[in-house]
């Protein structure tokens, strides 16, 4: 019997018990929907987004475009962490262009969220 999955505040994950010590949590939702029940709109974008205009090539991740305040990156990168996502989050300096970007990766591959506001 598969356990059910526990949801907190729109980010759901898999219940396993003392066995989440043995093997990861499973996500329930993916990186875009997590953040949609947010409230954070996010558009495909790179080179995925490319293949809807019949330019294809080759990618090994999915870019999300968003705009949310810098000061809201690490909760969601947190958030993303309590869903069962491994993600990383170096917080921009002031060199950076972007207004930072969160990699989320795992056996589907990596999904970058990169933030446009500044």
């Not at 219940?15 to 949609?36: D, E, K, T, W, Y």
């Amino acid at each position: 019997m598969r356990p059910e999955p526990v949801c907190d505040g729109g980010f759901c994950r898999q219940n396993l018990g003392r066995a989440s010590i043995a093997g990861p949590v499973i996500p329930q939702r993916s990186p875009g929907h997590l953040a949609a029940d947010r409230g954070i709109e996010a558009i495909v974008i790179g080179t995925a987004a490319m293949a809807t205009h019949h330019y294809v090539r080759h990618t090994e991740d999915i870019d999300l475009g968003v705009n949310v305040a810098v000061c809201d990156l690490p909760k969601v990168s947190n958030n993303l962490r309590l869903a069962g996502f491994e993600v990383a989050y170096p917080e921009p300096d002031g060199q950076d262009p972007l207004g930072g970007v969160i990699d989320i990766s795992g056996a589907f591959g990596l999904v970058q969220i990169v933030n446009f506001r500044e």
